[in-house]
């Protein structure tokens, strides 16, 4: 099996550039960001700004054909795939590869319902604290990638490909034997840290120093929880414990993505993570109060930034 060369990244957000500026900077790897023409348009002028420092990457729109990509990592919000995924099919070969870093439980299946779902693999990042601000991205840690097909024992010949190329990017990455469990802990972290951090406007520090902060977070994970054993998803206390440890690692004023996108105006994820959380709920016959709360509260966020929006018009 031929080693990871071509690599295209869509999605040019905090992660994405994190990743398509660790891959570039790597002797062995040819780095292409993919983005819709007007986004497109804005990265060959400027570049990606990152860490300090500006880089120019090849940027593709979608609209002519090139050598087949060996990976492509998709980095985008959710709740542009459905327009970001169609730009791939010019650049999607026999041998591509798929990674989502995207939040949720559901894009590796929407990815696969595009391109096919073997060569579509689990993936969640942990740890990293890209952040976007007005001088570009600032990545303080690298986390961790997990990634593997849903049960890993042995790896297969796709994943110890994909192993081999984050080690020479210098990633640091796991392959759980239990991937699907991996996926509902990630999704876990996401509904409480990062809703809660948005109601309370807050970065990690103040999870980090504040028990009041962190007793917002801890109903809406252990809601996550039930479901995933009603599930039969191999997920407990232990691993609620575990997501204090990874959140004392982080930079104090690293913010979450949903955080960010509240300050910015932006829509938020909320509807693939308390929106999730609450139908799982009602399909399964359990009860989800705090996020039924706080899916209410985010929501009205949204409608208000679209307000203020639509008011400066």
Request: charged share 20%.
């Amino acid at each position: 099996m031929q080693p990871i060369e071509k690599i295209v990244v869509l999605g040019a957000g905090a992660m994405g550039a994190f990743y398509a500026a660790r891959f570039a900077a790597t002797v062995g790897f040819k780095v292409q960001l993919l983005a819709d023409p007007a986004r497109a348009a804005l990265l060959k002028e400027h570049g990606l700004r990152i860490n300090h420092q500006t880089l120019k990457l090849p940027v593709n729109d979608g609209s002519r054909h090139q050598s087949a990509a060996d990976l492509v990592i998709v980095a985008l919000k959710h709740h542009h795939l459905a327009t970001g995924l169609p730009l791939l099919r010019k650049l999607v070969g026999p041998q591509t590869l798929f990674l989502s870093v995207l939040n949720g439980l559901d894009s590796e299946a929407l990815i696969a319902a595009e391109f096919g779902a073997e060569r579509v693999l689990l993936c969640v990042a942990v740890g990293i604290d890209a952040v976007r601000t007005a001088e570009g991205i600032q990545v303080a840690h690298a986390g961790k990638l997990y990634f593997g097909e849903s049960r890993n024992q042995p790896a297969s010949p796709m994943v110890v490909k994909i192993q081999q190329a984050l080690d020479r990017a210098g990633l640091a990455w796991e392959t759980p034997a239990d991937m699907q469990r991996i996926l509902w802990w990630k999704f876990m972290i996401n509904v409480g840290i990062n809703q809660a951090s948005a109601v309370l406007r807050a970065p990690y520090g103040v999870f980090q120093r504040c028990e009041a902060a962190r007793a917002v977070i801890t109903p809406l994970m252990e809601e996550v929880i039930l479901l995933a054993r009603r599930l039969e998803i191999d997920l407990g206390e232990a691993d609620l414990e575990e997501w204090w440890r990874v959140l004392n690692r982080l930079a104090p004023e690293g913010k979450t993505s949903m955080l960010q996108d509240v300050e910015a105006g932006r829509p938020t994820e909320v509807e693939i993570f308390a929106g999730k959380v609450v139908a799982l709920g009602r399909e399964l016959g359990i009860p989800t109060p705090a996020n039924a709360g706080i899916l209410r509260i985010i929501r009205a966020l949204d409608v208000m930034a679209q307000e203020k929006i639509q008011g400066g018009r």
